[in-house]
């Protein structure tokens, strides 16, 4: 039986991700940060840890409970989108960006990726278009941005590392996702977007490895 490993499944995209990779009879690994949203993906079929990505010591304890696991696919979900305007940001909220979307991979991944190279394995991170400098037209969310374009150079360090031992590493760009994050409004649902990156991840060649790739496989600028 294959192994997922999601990271930060509470809501949202990694959430849909756990209930899709049981659906396909997948044996699921999955954190979230409080009980109640771990009892709820355990009655998904998960086996679930409390994780505070932001916790080092919590990441640690993490890494000790998975030792010597084989990870087919390996997700990093868990992040914020911070401060809404885009005036000078307090230290309050540079800290919780940059700590969840950064500090956080920087810790997990190079954890994560053994286990993932155990298997031989895929290692993907959620990203976001808007962490893309040679796409960029817009100014918005200048420390999502930030933290987003640091996210990727974080996958890409992981690519290095770990690409020498079997691991396929892919950063992505869910889509406009009609999550919390993305609003309601958005155009792409929550099970197309986690479909078509499941599927993406799947079918990636070595020649994809260490990229970053739009949920449907288009290639974006870093």
């Known amino acids: 039986m294959s192994t997922a490993l999601i990271i930060g499944a509470s809501r949202g995209i990694g959430h849909e991700m756990v209930r899709q990779y049981r659906a396909d009879g997948w044996r699921v690994i999955a954190t979230a940060r409080k009980p109640q949203d771990c009892e709820e993906l355990r009655q998904l079929g998960a086996e679930a840890h409390e994780l505070d990505v932001t916790n080092p010591e919590a990441i640690g304890g993490l890494g000790w409970k998975l030792d010597d696991e084989k990870i087919d696919h390996a997700w990093l979900v868990a992040g914020v989108y911070g401060p809404r305007h885009d005036g000078f940001p307090t230290q309050q909220e540079f800290d919780e960006v940059m700590h969840t979307n950064v500090l956080a991979a ?25 962490g893309s400098i040679g796409e960029r037209t817009g100014a918005g969310g200048s420390l999502y941005r ?46 197309e977007s986690v479909r078509t990156l499941r599927a993406t991840l799947a079918g990636a060649d070595r020649s994809q490895h260490g990229s970053f790739l739009n949920h449907d496989g288009t290639p974006i600028a870093w």
């Open 106 to 130: 920087m810790r997990l991944l190079p954890i994560i990726g053994p286990l993932v190279a155990n298997a031989r394995g895929r290692l993907a991170v959620i990203s976001s278009r808007m």
């Open 146 to 191: 930030a933290s987003k374009a640091a996210l990727n150079s974080v996958l890409k360090d992981a690519a290095l590392s770990f690409g020498p031992q079997g691991v396929t590493c892919i950063s992505f760009h869910p889509g406009w996702v009609q999550t919390d994050m993305g609003g309601a409004g958005a155009p792409l649902s929550v099970e």
